[in-house]
């Protein structure tokens, strides 16, 4: 089955006319995006990009051959430029297949948002699917196994991935395609990284892709370490490499606070952030964590993880600091290491990165910022992937 993707972006297009944004301002050449439409085996067509015929000439491909017409977006969604020679279009009711004189198989799928999605099965049994921009799948029915290939609004709606692989919709070899991009996508490099970490990728408009033929899938790193400082975006970087993956224990290290307004509203920030399919364990005990088989784990953070070390030891005071508190503290962080070296699941640890500002003024601040900058490395080392993040933007340091 050959899918050739007219356009791969949002329905307004990318860039959108007389917009300033970023996005909109380096969406040149392969970047640039009309609105998503595919079409299957040039005998199906999944909704409709603004001139069709010409951006199925520029593919190498012609729409004359067109036997059905299918719409997936709501009722009210974008206006259709429908040319002359081609099936009226049409919309298949949720749960009903279709047969296509071309051989085609169609199945809609009930959706969480107004639209329809679309499993096309081809003859020699080839699956995709195919989702509407800002949905995701109400439910699922028996899953027959992984689809071939899936393609839906990856960042949009990165939940609806994580629905697709805990069902066993998306597996190891899928090839997850992302679409309807528009402007509130990161610009340039920035999206391909996204989605490479989400295990999905994108191409540009007028590609022609084989349902079912072997592609490199996004290598998914099994530990990364999101270093940053305050208010960087390291927290929402983390967050954001696992949103589309199903079951995600949550580790928050700090706990609770009795009485403390700033860090009861802080905690309450990230619980919203969080899908909320995740679980969520206030805890320092992290070892058992990272030795047990499980679900991906997002740990947040070090630091915090650190203070409590230092605790334990009563590394805050010079005398016992001198007296083995230094080499208790030690073990306990080459402990961690070794847990994050011996894991078997995902894991993101998130940090703090503090060595790069003013010297504290106390012998413990400094102690806290030393400590903190052996631990990073340490754990570092351990790592497939080290991001820093800066004024929120993700800087690879390795991988």
Same mark, same amino acid.
């Given at each position: ?23 909109? @301002? ?33 593919? #190498? ?70 989702? /509407? ?8 029915? @028996? ?24 069902? #066993? ?42 349902? #079912?033929?072997?592609?490199?899938? /996004? ?26 993956? /199903? ?12 009485? %403390? ?52 030891? %009563? ?39 503090? #060595?790069?500002?003013?010297? /504290? ?39």
């Amino acid at each position: 089955m050959e899918l050739t993707l007219l356009g791969t972006g949002a329905p307004e297009g990318l860039p959108r006319p007389g917009c300033p944004c970023a996005s909109c @301002a380096t969406a040149v050449g392969g970047e640039a995006r009309a609105a998503t439409a595919l079409l299957v085996d040039s005998a199906l067509l999944l909704d409709l990009t603004p001139g069709p015929a010409f951006a199925a000439a520029r593919a #190498g491909r012609s729409i004359t051959g067109v036997r059905q017409v299918l719409l997936s977006h709501p009722q009210n969604g974008p206006a259709l430029e429908f040319p002359a020679g081609l099936p009226a279009p049409g919309r298949v009711p949720d749960g009903r297949e279709l047969s296509v004189i071309s051989g085609h198989k169609v199945r809609a799928m009930a959706l969480d948002a107004p639209g329809t999605g679309y499993e096309v099965t081809s003859s020699d049994g080839e699956r995709l699917l195919y989702l /509407p921009p800002e949905a995701a799948p109400a439910g699922f029915a @028996a899953v027959p196994g992984p689809y071939d290939m899936v393609l839906l609004d990856v960042l949009g709606r990165p939940d609806a991935l994580a629905r697709l692989r805990e069902a #066993g919709a998306v597996g190891a070899t899928t090839d997850v395609i992302a679409v309807h991009i528009g402007h509130d996508t990161p610009p340039g490099r920035e999206l391909h990284r996204q989605l490479a970490a989400a295990g999905a990728r994108t191409v540009p408009d007028g590609t022609t892709l084989t349902v #079912g033929d072997y592609h490199a899938v /996004p290598d998914l790193p099994r530990r990364t370490l999101v270093l940053g400082g305050a208010r960087s975006g390291k927290s929402v970087e983390a967050e954001r490499r696992l949103e589309s993956f /199903p079951d995600v224990l949550y580790v928050a290290t700090g706990g609770t606070r009795e009485g %403390d307004r700033d860090w009861a509203a802080r905690v309450a920030l990230h619980r919203e952030r969080r899908p909320g399919s995740w679980r969520t364990a206030e805890t320092v005990d992290l070892l058992p964590l990272l030795a047990e088989e499980g679900p991906p784990l997002l740990i947040d953070c070090l630091a915090l993880w650190l203070t409590h070390a230092m605790d334990s030891v %009563d590394a805050w005071d010079d005398a016992a600091w001198a007296d083995g508190g230094a080499e208790e503290l030690r073990a306990l962080m080459a402990g961690l290491a070794r847990a994050v070296r011996e894991t078997s699941r995902t894991v993101v640890v998130v940090s703090n990165e503090v #060595g790069s500002g003013v010297v /504290p003024a106390t012998a413990s601040g400094r102690r806290f910022r030393d400590e903190l900058g052996r631990l990073n490395a340490a754990v570092g080392n351990e790592c497939e992937h080290v991001v820093l993040v800066v004024a929120g933007q993700a800087i690879p340091l390795r991988g």
